[in-house]
Structures are given as structure tokens and as C-alpha cells.
């Protein structure tokens, strides 16, 4: 069974940092694109960081770039988003995605929601001014 857990989210101040954690479980893992996205109140979901799970650098969204890495632990299948220096504008429900693994070209990741079938409950981060 595919299931994307998130964990990580919390209320805090603005200047600190968060790790989210997004465990995947069932086949799909290996060979594919994990992506982290998120979604403000009032706002659509926007794509923050994605990662084929075989090697390569993480792909980061043009406009958050800098205080965003994404990393991974392929032992635990396990993808990870560090966020420093938070904003208050920062504050979403952050979603982990899969892409469908049949869809992928080797390598290559493109942090946008349709290319991705699979996706988490979220986790809330919320930053206070």
C-alpha cells in the first residue's frame, strides 16, 4: 500500500528552523521523485523542492530558492526539508508527493503538482512575527 507520512510541523517564531520529515512506504520509493509542496491560507499549492530518489541534486522552485534543502535517507525511504530562517509568510500546510514511477525520465524531477499522483496528509507549519 503507497502511504506518504509527514511530520515535523510546528508553531514557532520567526527566525528559527524546521526539519519536515515525509516517510514513504509501499513501492515507490526507488527509481522516482519525491516532491515537497505547500499551501497557504487562501492560497493555491505551490511546489517547494523535488528530488529523484536514485542520485542528483535536488530541484528547488525558482522563488525559494536559498532557505529550502531538501535532502533524503534512501535506507529509511525517507525525504527531508529543511527550512531556515522561517517566515510568517512561510506558514502552510507542507504536503510530500510521488510521482507515478512510470512517468519519470531518470534524473530528472520538475517541482510542479501534476506530475505527481501520490501525496501525504500534510504537516502545519505555522511562523509567528
Known amino acids: 500500500q503507497v502511504q506518504l507520512v509527514e511530520s515535523g510541523g510546528d508553531s514557532v517564531q520567526a527566525g528559527e528552523s524546521l526539519r519536515l520529515s515525509c516517510q514513504v512506504s509501499?513501492?515507490?520509493?526507488?527509481?522516482?521523485?519525491i516532491g515537497w509542496f505547500r499551501q497557504a491560507p487562501g492560497k493555491e499549492r505551490e511546489g517547494v523542492a523535488a528530488?529523484?530518489?536514485?542520485?542528483?541534486?535536488?530541484y528547488y522552485a525558482i522563488s525559494l530558492k536559498g532557505r529550502f534543502t531538501m535532502s533524503q535517507d534512501n535506507a529509511k525511504k525517507t525525504v527531508y526539508l529543511q527550512i531556515a530562517s522561517l517566515k510568517p509568510e512561510d506558514t502552510a500546510m507542507y504536503y510530500c508527493a510521488a510521482s507515478s514511477r512510470e512517468a519519470v525520465i531518470p534524473g530528472v524531477c520538475v517541482v510542479a503538482e501534476q506530475k505527481y499522483d501520490y501525496w501525504g496528509q500534510g504537516t502545519q507549519v505555522t511562523v509567528s512575527s
Open positions: 509501499g513501492d515507490i520509493y526507488s527509481n522516482n521523485c
Open positions: 528530488v529523484y530518489t536514485e542520485g542528483g541534486r535536488p
